[in-house]
């Protein structure tokens, strides 16, 4: 079984920074990818970013250019920074840690969830 812990979350003001962390415990052997997925009131859950343990990394449209992730693997912890936040980045942020069967990733665990507000 597989724990996450997130922090970081909080308000910030438009144009702002922020920086989430997301810790893993557990069995980890059987984690490949990390990554962060978003909910806003009315809208469906949207893919932020995710990096493999290979350090591959991918990110929505909506976040690339602003957004980065990246891991500590000593730590098992995987790190969004946020920079350039605007009122649509505002959500809950949730971790997810993803291991696979064949070509395909299944998600294993997922964190509780740290609520973002980009507001002036």
């Known amino acids: 079984q597989v724990e996450l812990v997130e922090s970081g979350g909080g308000l910030v003001q438009p144009g702002g920074s922020l920086r989430l962390s997301c810790t893993a415990s557990?069995?980890?052997?059987?984690?490949?990818?990390m990554g962060w997925q978003r909910q806003a009131p009315e809208r469906q859950r949207e893919v932020v970013a995710h990096?493999?343990?290979?350090?591959?990394?991918n990110y929505g449209d909506s976040v690339k250019g602003r957004f980065t992730i990246s891991r500590d693997n000593a730590k098992n912890t995987v790190y969004l920074q946020m920079n350039s936040l605007n009122p649509e980045d505002s959500a809950v942020y949730f971790c997810?840690?993803?291991?696979?069967?064949?070509?395909?990733?299944?998600?294993?665990?997922w964190g509780q969830g740290t609520q973002v507000t980009v507001s002036s």
């Open positions: 997810h840690a993803d291991s696979t069967s064949g070509n395909y990733y299944y998600t294993i665990a």
């Open positions: 557990g069995s980890i052997d059987k984690i490949v990818r």
């Open positions: 990096i493999t343990t290979d350090n591959i990394s």
